[in-house]
């Protein structure tokens, strides 16, 4: 028996970028945003006309000031996650090149962090699952 979805989907798209020497970028959540203090993978909503790597490209920009080509975004995994009042859809990808140093922008905190010490972090609900598997990959 299937049940009816009643909650949105809301689409955002993320990215794990990984430095040289194979650390991973994570933000906090500034105060005042849902979720505040928690840590996340960069990027963000995707709108009614992007594709989530359009999305991506325009959220590392706004977040981080950094160039990113959609050529650089390597499709890895997904998160499907039921909040209370929606249910994520998450495409994360991984990128190894960027043009420029990224810097907050809108009041986070940037950290890179080893994959093995990523679970050392208290993310969103729908970040967790992804940690292992970038373990595994990195």
């Known amino acids: 028996m299937s049940t009816v979805q009643s909650k949105p989907i809301i689409l955002v798209a993320a990215v794990a970028l990984v430095d ?20 996340e993978f960069p990027g963000g909503k995707v709108e009614p006309h992007e594709t989530p790597e359009v999305a991506l490209i325009r959220e590392l920009k706004e977040e981080l000031d950094i160039d990113v080509t959609e050529a650089c975004l390597a499709p890895f995994t997904f998160a499907s996650h039921a909040y209370e009042k929606f249910h994520l859809l998450m495409p994360l990808y991984v990128c190894r090149r960027w043009r420029g140093t990224p810097r907050p922008t809108e009041g986070q905190t940037l950290k890179w962090v080893r994959a093995l010490r990523l679970g050392d972090y208290d993310m969103p609900p729908a970040d967790v699952p992804l940690v292992a598997m970038l373990r595994d990959l990195l």
């Open 20 to 39: 040289d020497d194979n650390r991973v970028l994570i933000a906090q959540r500034p105060a005042g945003k849902s979720m505040a203090g928690l840590w």
